[in-house]
């Protein structure tokens, strides 16, 4: 069965950082895309970035820059590692292959 | 790509039927001949959810109830008999253009 099991996420301050991690089983990731996706409190979903079978990476524009997504093959697990957070980047951080999405992980980004 | 969904609220009476529509401002046809259009349910307060994809492939475990269809830029959800564990909001998302992007959901309701 697929699973992907999230954790990382918190509260930091501005300008802080996290590493988000998605532990995958049922599937291998360097097998297919992974991707993250946000929702901020009481909004829509919002495509952040995803990771391709060849190790290929794609941002979306708004964190371009301050987020980068890696996986570690060894651990079948996919990383996004968030820097220089703004308030607006507040939300739930969900992992997702496509047929499968993670459990989400709160990212709270206050002073 | 914008991905414009319509209705954004749909009050149901349960058996009766539901449609939704999601118009992309590009085509989502890739030059494999697949189209990458995928609807998704969220639930309150759980993970998105995949009910169809490729436009009209239900995934598994998905109620027959549910239908997808459309071509090009235009697609569209079929519930045939709304039942009450169908509430939610519902998205369309495609993934063949970077970033990849969500209509901003519909919210269906029972009356």
């Known amino acids: 069965e697929v699973q992907l099991v999230q954790s990382g996420g918190g509260l930091t301050q501005p300008g802080g950082s996290l590493r988000l991690s998605c532990a995958a089983s049922?599937?291998?990731?360097?097998?297919?895309?992974v991707s993250w996706v946000r929702q901020a409190p009481g909004k829509g979903l919002e495509w952040v970035s995803a990771?391709?079978?060849?190790?290929?990476?794609y941002y979306a524009d708004s964190v371009k820059g301050r987020f980068t997504i890696s996986r570690d093959n060894s651990k079948n697990t996919v990383y996004l590692q968030i820097n220089s957070l703004r308030v607006d980047d507040t939300a739930v951080y969900y992992c997702?292959?496509?047929?499968?999405w993670g459990q989400g992980i709160l990212v709270t980004v206050s002073s | 790509t914008v991905m414009t969904q319509t209705p954004l609220s749909l009050s149901v009476t349960p058996g009766q039927p539901a449609s939704i529509s999601c118009k992309s401002s590009?085509?989502?046809?890739?030059?494999?001949?697949?189209?990458?259009l995928y609807w998704y349910l969220q639930k309150t307060g759980q993970s998105p959810q995949l009910l169809i994809y490729?436009?009209?492939s239900r995934f598994s475990g998905v109620p027959d109830r549910f239908s997808g269809g459309g071509s090009g830029t235009d697609f569209t959800l079929k519930i045939s008999r709304v039942e009450a564990e169908d509430v939610g909001v519902y998205y369309c998302?495609?993934?063949?253009?970077?970033?990849?992007?969500f209509g901003q959901g519909t919210r269906v309701e029972i009356k």
């Open positions: 997702l292959r496509l047929t499968r």
């Open positions: 049922g599937f291998i990731v360097s097998s297919t895309y």
């Open positions: 990771i391709d079978s060849g190790g290929t990476t």
């Open positions: 590009q085509s989502l046809m890739h030059s494999n001949g697949k189209t990458y």
């Open positions: 490729e436009v009209s």
């Open positions: 998302m495609q993934t063949i253009h970077v970033p990849w992007t």
